[in-house]
């Protein structure tokens, strides 16, 4: 079984920074594509950010270029998230997820439909 847990959540003012930590179970998953989303209230789950299992390649979602950047230690276990000039409309519940499939087509990894397992999400507040 893989298990996912996020946190480095919390509160922050406009254009300030935040890390989030993605702490997965077992090294298994250090193979795996591993991808960040959001959720706000009312909304559907967004994609974020992807990371590959090799050669460190990412892709982002173009409403946090820029200013997102993910990252992964395998030898941990861990994926990160850097948040900075955080912006009101980042305001979400963050979720690291992870697929065991690997694809050229950066496209398939914007889809939450696409991922397996899912951690319990951290909670992110950006006030103005």
């Known amino acids: 079984q893989v298990q996912l847990v996020e946190s480095g959540g919390g509160s922050v003012q406009t254009g300030g920074s935040l890390r989030l930590s993605c702490a997965a179970s077992?090294?298994?998953?250090?193979?795996?594509?591993m991808g960040w989303f959001r959720q706000a209230p009312g909304k559907e789950r967004e994609f974020v950010a992807v990371?590959?299992?090799?050669?460190?390649?990412?892709y982002y979602g173009n409403a946090v270029k820029g200013r997102f950047t993910i990252s992964r230690d395998s030898a941990k276990d861990t994926v990160y998230l850097q948040m900075i000039s955080l912006k009101p409309e980042d305001t979400a519940v963050y979720y690291c997820?992870?697929?065991?499939?690997?694809?050229?087509?950066?496209?398939?990894?914007?889809?939450?439909?696409?991922?397996?397992?899912w951690g319990q999400g951290t909670q992110v507040t950006v006030s103005s």
């Open positions: 077992g090294r298994t998953v250090s193979s795996y594509p």
């Open positions: 990371i590959m299992r090799s050669g460190g390649n990412v």
């Open positions: 997820a992870a697929t065991r499939t690997s694809t050229s087509l950066r496209y398939y990894y914007t889809s939450k439909a696409n991922y397996e397992y």
